[in-house]
């Protein structure tokens, strides 16, 4: 399964829906790239593949300084899954290929 690619997301946050560009790159189990979303790119860490999911973690600044911590998987051209933003719980997280 390949997860490697640049995927449109968009997250379903408490302050509304937050979209995205994230750019995987896949080797092996490992993962690596960026995300970038309202005009700041921010490099992934923590990137592998576990249990059939992608699983990275993203720091963000804005609104407000967060890890946000993905786990998803891939059908297809589609991708689906949780995103955890530090303290405000857990939303959902989908995406296609761009």
């Known amino acids: 399964m390949s997860f ?4 449109n997301i968009t997250m379903k946050t408490p302050m509304g829906d937050r979209g995205g560009v994230l750019t995987l790159a896949q080797d092996g189990d490992a993962l690596s790239g960026s ?7 921010t490099d992934i860490s923590n990137g ?3 249990d059939g999911n992608a699983k990275w973690d993203v720091d963000v600044t804005s609104p407000m300084p ?4 993905f786990d998803v998987g891939v059908d297809g051209d589609d991708m689906s899954g949780n995103v955890k933003l530090g303290m405000f719980g857990n939303s959902a ?3 296609s290929r761009a």
């Open 4 to 7: 490697a690619g640049n995927w």
């Open 35 to 41: 995300m970038e979303s309202d005009g700041n790119s």
């Open 48 to 50: 592998r593949v576990e």
């Open 66 to 69: 967060l890890t946000l911590s």
């Open 93 to 95: 997280v989908t995406g």
